[in-house]
């Protein structure tokens, strides 16, 4: 590794969690995607003091899309950490700008993504490389920041991208399946609050934790045989899987009416499954709408019946050879 350089740059992908959101913060494995939407930062050091006012583009801190570290306390507190984290870096003089195509707050690890990009911009123009566990300090802190108590499987997509098995105690275990799928996300319109909903099943959790601990086994159960569905290309098979997640969240309070109604649209539409995607309350839908390679047919008819209803949505391939997820 060098010394600092001029400039530092780094991305990371958005993710989908497939299965086992909620569950995986109480250590039962969660089954993640990366997607081809993500975000891009760039860092670098700005001008002494009495030469910023002359210059363009001099103002310290860290602006994410528009929201400054200077006008934001828990932004402000978030970059901190992460500066802070493993070996220190000074921030006084340091220039950070995130830009990307990610919609914030709705279950696509917009935070995770930021603070991957970040510390990897940070990492390379301080080191001229940005090594995983640095990265993942600097990620971490930071999401400890905004959610408390974070399971890490936002982290964890962000950094591999692809597909990951997650458990809080082994970490992320990358996967390829043979064959690739498509995936679509339907936008709810409204924003889902990460903290809100983990705290929602804590409740339900402490008021009935025989039902509870029943159905994180079966949670477990299904990212198992998920997993073994994705490996054989039986993906009739995976979208039960998701159907059956989408009724055990409704259970623990995260579903809305705007996701069942995005659910069962894309159900009728074709999809072979649909079940919410990250906290819920609010934000994305996920459906499996069938293999890649059919031109995307699958995918229209269920983007469209969406729009019918006046919901937004796009679609992602992941899996073996998708090098740039399609939209
Ligand atoms: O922040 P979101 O919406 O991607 O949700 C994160 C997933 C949870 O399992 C709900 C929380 C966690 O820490 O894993």
């Known amino acids: 590794m060098g010394g600092e350089r001029q400039r530092g740059e780094g991305r990371a992908s958005g993710k989908l969690i497939l299965l086992g959101e909620h569950a995986v913060v109480y250590g039962v494995p969660a089954l993640a995607v990366g997607i081809s939407r993500g975000l891009e930062a760039r860092a670098w050091r700005v001008a002494a003091r009495a030469e910023r006012s002359a210059a363009p583009d001099a103002r310290p801190g860290l602006d994410v899309i528009g929201r400054h570290t200077s006008e934001d306390a828990t932004l402000a507190a978030a970059y901190a950490a992460l500066l802070a984290a493993g070996e220190p870096v000074a921030g006084d003089d340091l220039a950070v700008r995130v830009h990307g195509d990610l919609t914030p707050g709705v279950g696509l690890g917009f935070s995770a993504a930021a603070a991957v990009a970040i510390a990897r911009a940070v990492e390379s123009l301080v080191h001229g490389g940005a090594a995983v566990p640095a990265v993942q300090a600097r990620a971490m802190a930071w999401e400890r920041v905004f959610h408390g108590n974070p399971s890490g499987v936002d982290?964890?997509?962000?950094?591999?991208?692809?597909?990951?098995r997650y458990t809080r105690a082994e970490g992320p275990r990358p996967f390829d399946p043979p064959a690739c799928f498509e995936l679509c996300v339907g936008f709810t319109g409204t924003?889902?609050?990460?903290?809100?909903?983990?705290?929602?099943?804590?409740?339900?959790?402490n008021a009935e934790p025989a039902r509870f601990e029943a159905e994180?086994?079966?949670?477990?159960?299904l990212v198992a045989q998920a997993i073994a569905a994705l490996e054989r290309s039986e993906l009739a098979r995976l979208g039960a899987l998701l159907d059956r997640n989408q009724g055990l969240l409704a259970g623990w309070g995260v579903s809305t009416d705007a996701i069942d109604v995005l659910c069962r649209t894309a159900r009728a539409a074709g999809a072979?499954?649909?079940?919410?995607?990250?906290?819920?309350g609010g934000g994305v839908v996920v459906a499996l709408v069938g293999p890649g390679g059919d031109d995307g047919r699958a995918a229209?008819?269920?983007?469209?019946?969406?729009?019918?209803?006046?919901?937004?949505?796009?679609?992602?391939?992941?899996?073996a050879g998708v090098a740039e997820a399609k939209e």
Request: with cysteine; charged share 15%.
């Open 216 to 221: 994180l086994a079966e949670v477990g159960g």
């Open 155 to 164: 982290t964890a997509a962000a950094l591999l991208g692809g597909c990951i």
């Open 191 to 205: 924003a889902a609050s990460t903290a809100a909903m983990v705290a929602r099943v804590a409740e339900l959790r």
């Open 300 to 319: 229209t008819r269920v983007l469209e019946a969406w729009r019918r209803l006046g919901f937004g949505g796009f679609r992602t391939a992941v899996g």
């Open 272 to 280: 072979l499954g649909a079940k919410l995607s990250g906290s819920g």
